[in-house]
């Protein structure tokens, strides 16, 4: 009877428990990626993080079948400087954002022409997984 009554407490606490991973509490939108110019080999991505969740969700990486590297532009003596980033934190209830200028996605190895969207899979630090499907965007002329 006891044992029947622990496994029953622990059906309905699991599904809790996977419901509060990162993954599950954050939404990525508006996300898009710099189509390559023409002859190089290196894109770059950007979106929006919403963490909904009352904990910060922290991404430790981006996965694809090509390398992804977290990026940050800032400045540093008078010069703008871009350095990997080995963990993007967003706070709860906050919005981080990928843009131009800042914290950025860089994608390497094309090598042609570029779909029109790209899978990156975002990897939390609690272990968890997200598909994020970003669009590719054309150079401007």
């Known amino acids: 009877m ?3 009554a ?3 407490g622990l059906a309905v606490l699991v599904p809790f428990a996977w419901a509060d991973t990162a993954a599950a509490r954050v939404v990525f939108d508006n ?3 710099r189509a ?3 002859g190089q080999t290196v894109a770059a991505g950007y979106c929006d993080i919403a963490n909904n969740g009352s904990q910060p969700a922290v991404i430790t990486a981006f996965t694809a ?3 992804v590297e977290m990026h940050e532009t800032a400045e540093r003596d008078g010069m703008m400087r871009m350095r990997p980033l080995a963990r993007l ?3 709860s209830a906050a919005t981080v954002s990928l843009a131009p200028g800042g914290k950025h996605l860089m994608l390497f190895g094309f090598d042609g022409e570029v779909p029109a969207e790209l899978t990156l899979h975002a990897v939390f630090a609690d272990g968890g997984k997200q598909a994020v499907t970003f669009i590719v965007r054309p150079l401007a002329p």
């Open 65 to 67: 079948s090509f390398p």
């Open 36 to 38: 390559p110019a023409p």
């Open 2 to 4: 006891l044992r029947r």
């Open 89 to 91: 934190t967003v706070p």
């Open 6 to 8: 622990l496994a029953a």
């Open 31 to 33: 996300a898009w990626i």
